[in-house]
């Protein structure tokens, strides 16, 4: 079975902190999707990336920078200079087949909280 | 603004009663998906359309809970006699499956949050 797990419920920052949500997920599959999702206070999931299992280039856009690990089946987020537009709860998900139907299982996610 | 659009964005009801929430879909997204999210977890699989036909219902969805999408467009989400333990955020999101091998990525709306009292 497919399971996420964020261990970090909270984290609490100063703005321009750099600061690394961790993400390890379990799959059986081979072929799977990661993904991480931000929900700020409206409550919108904001889509941030999308990852294939095939892929284990590192991934930088801005101040976010991912890092996946198969061998550790790890997929970390990491944001630079911090700013308090950053405080949100932070989804990891994944999927695990792409062919057909594609269910998201998420993790519990983890409230980041940038002070300025 | 062409993102997923959720209405009501709240609903507070009291028990027995029945709610419908709505969702539009990104324009040209063929699949439609309702999760429901409670304080402090995330969210969850209910169900899940391609086009308009109903393709998976998680056992979350029990029989009090009936979803459409009748011309392949929009959906709807009806939650009849509702309970206390019903009170969540109701989040749609859409997706476009354009082939076997291709990935697609789940657009979610800003959610419907239903208390009921």
């Known amino acids: 079975a497919q399971k996420v797990t964020q261990a970090q419920t909270e984290i609490s920052v100063v703005e321009k902190e750099d600061v690394t949500l961790d993400c390890v997920y379990e799959?059986?599959?081979?072929?799977?999707?990661l993904f991480w999702y931000k929900q700020p206070p409206s409550g919108e999931l904001v889509f941030l990336i999308r990852?294939?299992?095939?892929?284990?280039q590192n991934e930088i856009s801005g101040r976010y920078s991912w890092n996946f690990q198969k061998s550790t089946s790890s997929f970390n987020f990491t944001i630079t200079a911090s700013q308090v537009v950053d405080s949100a709860v932070y989804f990891c998900a994944l999927s695990e087949t792409d062919t057909g139907f594609q269910k998201l299982v998420f993790g519990t996610g983890t409230r980041l909280l940038v002070s300025p | 603004d062409t993102g997923v659009s959720q209405n009501p964005r709240h609903k507070i009801t009291k028990r027995g009663q029945n709610v419908t929430f709505r969702c539009d879909p990104i324009?040209?997204?063929?699949?439609l998906y309702w999760y429901r999210q409670t304080l402090g977890q995330g969210p969850e699989f209910l169900t899940y359309?391609?086009?308009?036909?109903?393709?998976?219902k998680s056992r979350l969805l029990s029989d009090r809970f009936s979803a459409e999408r009748p011309k392949g467009s929009f959906s709807t989400l009806e939650i009849q006699r509702t309970e206390q333990g019903d009170s969540a955020m109701y989040l749609c999101?859409?997706?476009?499956?354009?082939?076997?091998?291709?990935?697609?990525?789940?657009?979610f709306g800003e959610g419907s949050w239903l208390t009921v009292v």
């Open positions: 359309f391609q086009n308009e036909a109903q393709l998976e």
């Open positions: 799959t059986r599959d081979t072929t799977y999707y």
């Open positions: 324009s040209e997204h063929n699949r």
């Open positions: 990852r294939n299992s095939f892929d284990e």
């Open positions: 999101a859409s997706s476009l499956r354009t082939g076997v091998t291709s990935g697609n990525t789940i657009y």
